[in-house]
């Protein structure tokens, strides 16, 4: 999970640019839909195809699954087939623990996370990779399914409790992962020190954080176009006027040119929010690809 959160660091070191990315695309099919994300990044080519059925969740399958095909930029030759779930599992938590890792104060020990399915574990274990995290609470809506995933978690090493959403007003880090359609918490609980990544949501409708915290929040977004073309809580706050585009700050800004406001001792917290883009899944795909053993 470190290697992973490092290539996506190095990667905007390297003058990758989020705005030039490809867009994700859709299509509908009678079960649910294609959901298609191509990019091309540093000699290599690459697109995640995925399905995502709603009833599946009945069937006791996964609602997401696909395949990533790698391929050489210059000949367009396939050079790799990697499951599109596995690879959604590292990428996306790397990208929170990446923000997490610019935003959250050095000394922070304590994680919250919103959620109990396979996104939040993954969670754990990434910003875990870059902060030496002590203590975890877990807020789930069933609780047979949130004391699974603590149970889960404490067999992998650690210390993990069921928590609730008013804890938020005593974590410095803070992660939503989840796919409710509205805020999880009150924003004005959270402490002005803490680091807050929400990345359940990508569509204009849905939002893990209110308008309270968007308010109060240095708000970073992944790229500012794409944030407001697909994040429900950058969508909806521009809409109410809560949040100004202006006040956006794009991730690679944020690695390559930090500024005083970025550091967790700038007044407010941070806000990190997230929708998944391309270039992510291909820097990952790249670092697992060139990292095989016997390759060549």
Not at 39 to 64: F, H, M, Q, W
Not at 155 to 160: L, N, W
Not at 245 to 252: A, H, N, Q, S, Y
């Amino acid at each position: 999970m470190r290697a992973a959160v490092d290539a996506l660091r190095q990667s905007l070191l390297d003058g990758l640019d989020p705005a030039e990315d490809l867009q994700r695309c859709a299509a509908p099919l009678t079960r649910g839909r294609f959901l298609m994300m191509p990019s091309e990044v540093g000699g290599y080519a690459g697109i995640k195809i995925l399905t995502l059925c709603p009833d599946n969740a009945e069937r006791e399958l996964p609602t997401i699954q696909g395949a990533y095909l790698l391929h050489d930029a210059e000949t367009l030759s396939p050079l790799a087939m990697i499951d599109g779930t596995a690879l959604t599992a590292v990428r996306t938590p790397a990208v929170s623990a990446l923000g997490v890792d610019l935003l959250a104060e050095r000394e922070a020990r304590e994680l919250l996370v919103f959620g109990t399915g396979p996104q939040a574990l993954q969670h754990v274990h990434a910003i875990a990779a870059v902060r030496q995290i002590s203590r975890v609470g877990l807020v789930g809506r069933d609780l047979a399914r949130t004391r699974a995933a603590v149970e889960r978690l404490r067999r992998d090493g650690y210390r993990v409790h069921v928590a609730h959403a008013d804890d938020v007003a005593g974590a410095p880090i803070i992660a939503c992962c989840t796919a409710s359609p509205e805020p999880l918490f009150d924003g004005a609980a959270v402490d002005e020190r803490a680091a807050v990544v929400a990345m359940g949501s990508h569509t204009p409708g849905a939002r893990e954080v209110d308008d309270a915290l968007l308010a109060r929040a240095r708000v970073y977004v992944e790229d500012p176009k794409t944030a407001l073309r697909e994040a429900g809580e950058i969508v909806q706050g521009a809409a109410s006027g809560i949040l100004s585009p202006e006040r956006l700050r794009p991730l690679r800004e944020l690695v390559c040119s930090p500024g005083p406001q970025d550091t967790p001792d700038a007044p407010g917290p941070a806000l990190f929010k997230t929708v998944g883009m391309g270039w992510q899944d291909l820097v990952t795909a790249r670092a697992l690809y060139e990292n095989l053993p016997g390759r060549g």
